[in-house]
């Protein structure tokens, strides 16, 4: 189990959790929407011109079972929550933004609250400890789409997601059965997970092919690069002793739990990495996925040419100021090839 340094919120206890979302995107926003409607105390951090939408507007959430205004409190920075021992901040943003979000939140919370890494991705639990001694980890499946300002889509029917949530690195403690049980209350299927971390490598293995999808014309012709990904993941969890769900254990947690579907007049586009490149972020979060891998290869000395190439072509992508869409299978695999030689 997990230690408490300093002391315990009251999220711990019978009192209400006062929920601050940082980051109210896709991810962020569905949450928020959703524990919003269940009654729960929610405040949402957002930016620009999103975040100035949502406090003159309200947030337009859309989902299959609704279409709503909702009128929750919304902050431009964490300098404007007042901080009591009942919050408990769900880190929503990409991870590529995730440094800066804690060195600001370091500054006004206090060292107590309990962060939770709602992200893809496996370094921002890590990153979150150098800030906070009670960080939790949360796997994140929760089809959504952000495309303008004020407008979140939610594509999921039975559960509206996937948010299994434990204790980082380890264990279970009361705060974190907390945030599965009011989860759950919400509309999500959240269970509580001592060995989370698991999850979210395997999640991990799956976000390796967002990369593709937001930069090939033709991603559907490369499931040869996509199992490269995966492939060159696996090698180096296997040389740096990294325990990833199995594939089979991973399907039968999502099966039959979540379910994708159409939503009337708002087609889901795709997956979070094109909708950066589509909204013209300037950013993408290919250095936390691929790049993961990436990086684990040259700590273990284990050969990543296929991911290395996606991370040259997004940082590409990102120089040139293009859209999605603008590579092509045989350029990448182009560029594998030229990588797999070093």
Known sequence: MASSPTPPSSATSDQPAHYVIYGAGGIGATIGARLHRQNFKVTLIARGEHGRVLQRRGLHFV???????????????????????????????????????????????????????????????????????????????LPAVFLEPGLVVSHAANKGGIL????????????????????????????????????????????????????????????????????????????????????????RRRDGVMLETHVPGHDRSAGSSWQSMQRGTGDIETNYLNGEIVLLGRLHDVPTPANEACVVMAMQMLAENLGPGAYSADWLRTKIAELSVY
Do not use: W
């Not at 299927?189 to 971390?197: F, L, N, P």
């Not at 990904?229 to 696996?234: Q, Y």
């Open 63 to 141: 989902a299959p079972d609704c279409d709503e205004i909702l009128q929750i409190p919304t902050v431009l920075h964490p300098r404007e929550i007042v901080f009591d021992a009942s919050v408990v901040v769900l880190m929503c943003m990409k991870s590529q933004h995730g440094l800066a979000a804690l060195e600001d939140l370091s500054q006004v919370a206090p060292a107590h609250t309990p962060i939770v890494c709602v992200q893809n991705g496996v370094d921002n639990e890590r990153q979150s400890l150098r800030f906070f001694p009670n960080v939790y980890a949360s796997v994140v499946i």
């Open 164 to 251: 299994d949530t434990g204790c980082y690195p380890q264990g279970l403690d009361p705060c974190a059965e907390k945030i599965n049980a009011d989860l759950e209350l919400a509309g999500f299927s959240a269970r509580a997970d001592a060995q989370v971390m698991r999850q979210k490598y395997a999640k991990l293995l799956i976000n390796l092919a967002n990369v593709l999808q937001a930069g090939l014309h033709d991603a559907v012709d490369a499931r040869d690069i996509s199992l490269a990904l995966r492939s060159e993941a696996l090698a180096c969890f296997a040389a740096a002793d990294i325990e990833c769900m199995d594939k089979d254990e991973a399907k």
